[in-house]
C-alpha cells in the first residue's frame, strides 16, 4: 500500500517534471525561425558594408568588443555582473576563433533569439533583449560590416561564473522568464522621426541595458523603462532618463539633446563616466537625422512625477558643523581654483556645482567616482580638446571625500543629504 502509494507520487511528481521541461522548452523556442538545412549564399555590396559599419556604431559594437589596445571586435573584454565575469566574444571573420563560419542567419539568431551557431544560449551581458528589435536587414548589414574586418586569431576566454549561473539549464530558466523575441513594431501614432528614434534607443542602441532598473535575476525591468540604474563599468550610475532630477530631458530643447550626443556638451550638462565613451565611440558619429529622431523620443519619455514643492518653513538639512567646516577647506584647496569659491564654474570649462542637478542627485555615486577617479569628457569635433577633472583618490581619503562632498551638496543653495564615509567605501 505505502510502495503504492510512493509510486503515483513518484509518476506525478515525473509527468510534472516532464511538462515543466517541455514548458521550458516551448518558451526558449517561441518565435524562433528554423535556420535553412544549407547555409545561404551571402554576397555584401560595398553599400551594404559601409551601412553596418554605421550600425555598429549605433550600438556601439566595438565598444563591448574590443579591449584596451586590442584588436577591434576581437572580443576578451571583461564584463562584471552580480552572478560573476561575461567575456566578450570574436566577431572577427577568423574561421577558428571569430564568427569566419558563421552564415547571416547564424547571425541574425544571434541578434533576435539570443543563441549561438551551435545553438547555446547566449548570456545577456550580450544585449539580445534588446537586439531582439533590430530588422533582418540591419542584422544582415552588420555581419557584412564584420566579415570585412581583419581577421583577429583570439580564442574566446571562458566566462567565470557561479553555479548555477554557467549552465545552460539555469540560462534557459532565465530566458524563459525574461526573454521573449520580437521585432520592432512602430507606434501608428507617433510620427517618423519619433519611431525612428525608438528603434535606437530601444533597440540598437540599447540604451536600457545600462539605465534601465533590473530585478533580483538582473533582467531589465521593462515596465519601469529607462527608470535609472547601476553600470558595471567603474561603478558609476546611470541615472534616469524619465526623471527631470536626474536625466531627463523633456524640457531641454532638441538641440541641446542632439549636442549632448554629439559632442558631450550641452548648456545644461555635460557627460563623464561610462556615458562619455558611448559618445566618444558611437552617438557621435551618428548623422544629425539620427540624433535628431534620439531626441525626440528621448524628450517624449513618460517624466517621473515632479517633487512636490518643500514648505515654505522647510528647515534645512542639519550637518555637522565640523564636516562642513572640513569640507569648505578641502575644496578651497582642491576644487575652487576650477569651481570658482562660490560654486559658479567657468562657462565652457568647467561646470557649476551650484544648482546642478548631478551633484543633488539622490545618490552620490557618480560624484564619488569623479572624485576618486576623474571626471573627463569625450574629445568630439565639437569639443575637441576637453576640461577634465584630475582623480583625487591617492590625495583624499574616505572622510575627506566624504566631507568635501557634504559641504558641496550644503552649500550655494543646494541642499542634499550629506554624504557619508560608508557611502564612499561602496563605490
Known amino acids: 500500500m505505502i510502495l503504492q502509494r510512493i509510486g503515483r507520487v513518484l509518476l506525478v511528481l515525473a509527468v510534472l517534471a516532464a511538462l515543466a521541461a517541455a514548458l521550458l522548452v516551448f518558451m526558449n523556442l517561441r518565435g524562433e525561425d528554423p535556420l535553412p538545412a544549407q547555409a545561404e549564399a551571402f554576397t555584401a555590396t560595398p553599400q551594404q558594408v559601409e551601412r553596418g559599419r554605421y550600425l555598429a556604431l549605433a550600438g556601439n559594437c566595438a565598444g563591448c568588443h574590443t579591449t584596451r589596445g586590442g584588436r577591434p571586435y576581437a572580443g ?146 521593462t515596465a519601469r523603462g529607462l527608470s535609472g540604474g547601476s553600470v558595471a563599468v567603474e561603478r558609476w550610475y546611470a541615472p534616469s532618463l524619465t526623471d527631470p532630477r536626474e536625466a531627463g530631458v523633456a524640457d531641454w530643447p532638441a538641440p541641446e539633446v542632439v549636442s549632448l550626443l554629439k559632442s558631450g556638451v550641452a548648456p545644461r550638462g555635460a557627460v563623464m563616466g561610462p556615458m562619455a565613451e558611448v559618445v566618444f565611440r558611437s552617438t557621435q558619429h551618428l548623422d544629425d537625422a539620427d540624433l535628431r529622431a534620439m531626441a525626440s523620443y528621448l524628450k517624449d519619455l513618460p517624466g517621473a512625477a515632479e517633487a512636490p514643492a518643500p514648505p515654505a518653513n522647510k528647515e534645512p538639512t542639519r550637518r555637522d558643523a565640523g564636516t562642513m567646516a572640513r569640507g569648505a577647506r578641502i575644496y578651497d584647496q582642491r576644487c575652487a581654483y576650477c569651481h570658482g569659491d562660490q560654486g559658479q564654474g567657468a562657462p565652457g570649462a568647467y561646470p557649476p556645482l551650484a544648482g546642478n542637478r548631478a551633484v543633488n542627485m539622490a545618490r552620490p555615486t557618480n560624484l564619488i567616482q569623479a572624485i576618486a577617479h576623474g571626471g573627463f569628457l569625450p574629445s568630439t569635433p565639437g569639443n575637441p580638446r576637453p576640461y577634465g577633472m584630475p582623480p583625487f583618490a591617492q590625495v583624499l581619503d574616505a572622510a575627506e571625500v566624504a566631507a568635501v562632498l557634504t559641504y558641496i551638496r550644503g552649500a550655494w543653495g543646494n541642499d542634499s543629504p550629506p554624504v557619508t564615509q560608508l557611502d564612499t567605501m561602496r563605490r
Open 76 to 221: 576578451g573584454l571583461p564584463i562584471e555582473t552580480p552572478f560573476g565575469t561575461v567575456y566578450t566574444s570574436n566577431l572577427t571573420p577568423d574561421a577558428k576563433t571569430g564568427i569566419g563560419r558563421w552564415s547571416s542567419a547564424h547571425f541574425w539568431r544571434a541578434m533576435h533569439n539570443g543563441r549561438s551557431s551551435d545553438g547555446r544560449l547566449l548570456y545577456p551581458a550580450f544585449p539580445y533583449p534588446s537586439f531582439t528589435r533590430v530588422t533582418r536587414e540591419d542584422s544582415d548589414a552588420i555581419y557584412a560590416y564584420l566579415r570585412s574586418v581583419e581577421p583577429a586569431v583570439l580564442e574566446n576566454t571562458p566566462h567565470r561564473l557561479r553555479f548555477p549561473y554557467d549552465t545552460q539549464a539555469a540560462l534557459a530558466v532565465w530566458r524563459a522568464l525574461s526573454f521573449k523575441p520580437e521585432p520592432f513594431v512602430a507606434h501608428a501614432g507617433k510620427p517618423a522621426e519619433w519611431n525612428r528614434g525608438a528603434y535606437l534607443v530601444d533597440g540598437l542602441g540599447h540604451c536600457i541595458a545600462c539605465h534601465g532598473s533590473r530585478n533580483s535575476l538582473g533582467a531589465t525591468e
